[in-house]
């Protein structure tokens, strides 16, 4: 009898301090702070807030003297609902979407993966999420990283195709970038009919606050120049995690407009051949031309699956822990740090986290 109770009064004693652990956490990161005293800048979401104001007046978002985004008209549909409130109501609003949707991950991975200690899991997965850099930096960038993080679980744990074509289309319309995985997709004809018809669908809806000459505009102006340009900083561009930005850090960009296509094409036949959505998801964030840190919390379910699912042999665990540490910190000394082949690979840590999850799940696939 004793040996049942006690089995029983543990997992609340260690749900309870996994609990306390969490809210020291939202406290010791300010997350209350922002969710109800959002007095603070949030520089990303401020400024797509003021870009709003600008095309309700008119004004074309790419002029040369408001351009920041390098995403099409299509992406101030998510941020069009916000200039209905004044920026610090339409702060707090962002930064609880984004939270509730951190939280909502979580327990939609703990479910799938571990039911049987439900709480348990999610209150794990819920302090490593938070704990983690990228999660903290979009939500103080107001970024709707936490929110695309969700989409994609969503399409992960989810089996009804038409309804999987919808959510990507969602993660689509948010980060353009994210149209590419699709090709794991390509043989479910239902998944890309609905896909289809609802990137159609924004795109219209889009049209009733975006002039359709803005869309021209940006393909032909901002779009076509994404690979052409060299685009780095002067400095190790920290920022940036692509592969592009990855080969101006190690001092070889001359060999990008050479190796950029070939590397493409075979990931795509990779991404074809195994139908991996988790695969095509590190590939668009290590291809495309921008990729900035924070679009890396997308890959938080995607090490969740790898965890669960992969063969743990010594090999395997090890790159999986050291993929996973090196997307969760964030080393600040590299803003400042001098170019060279040293400091490039180290400011790389992100692009070569998802180098090696990538690996991972491709050869479990290829198996």
Known sequence: MFGVKKSKILPKLINSFLIILLVFLFTKISLFGKIFFQNTP???????????????????????NLTFSLGPPLVFLYFFPFSFFE??????????????????LCFL????FNKEYLLTTFLILSILFFSSFLPR?????????????????????????????????????????????????????KLILSFLLTIIFF?????LFIKPDWYVYYFQTVFSKLNG?????????YYNQSLKSTFFRLGIIDSYKYLFFPILTISSVIIAITGSFELSIIATLLLSPVSWQHYFTVLFPIFIVVGFTMKKNLKNMFLFALSFFLWFFEFPQ?????????NGISASHFFISGLFLFYLIWTTKKK
């Open 42 to 64: 949030l520089y990303d979401f401020d400024l797509y807030y003021t870009l709003i104001e600008n095309i309700k007046s008119g004004i074309n978002p790419y002029s040369p």
């Open 87 to 104: 920026l610090s109501i339409a702060r707090i609003l962002a930064t609880t979407i984004n939270i509730t949707a951190g939280f909502f």
């Open 109 to 112: 991975l703990a479910k799938k």
């Open 137 to 189: 930096f979009s939500l103080g960038m107001g970024q709707p990283s936490i929110l695309l993080t969700l989409l994609v679980t969503l399409v992960i744990v989810s089996k009804n195709s038409f309804w999987k074509g919808i959510i990507l289309a969602g993660v689509a319309s948010i980060k353009t970038i994210f149209i590419f995985p699709i090709l794991s997709f390509v043989r479910n004809k």
């Open 203 to 207: 795109v219209l809806l889009s049209l």
């Open 229 to 237: 340009s060299p685009m780095v900083s002067s400095e190790l561009d």
């Open 334 to 342: 590299l803003h400042t740090a001098s170019t060279g082949l040293i």
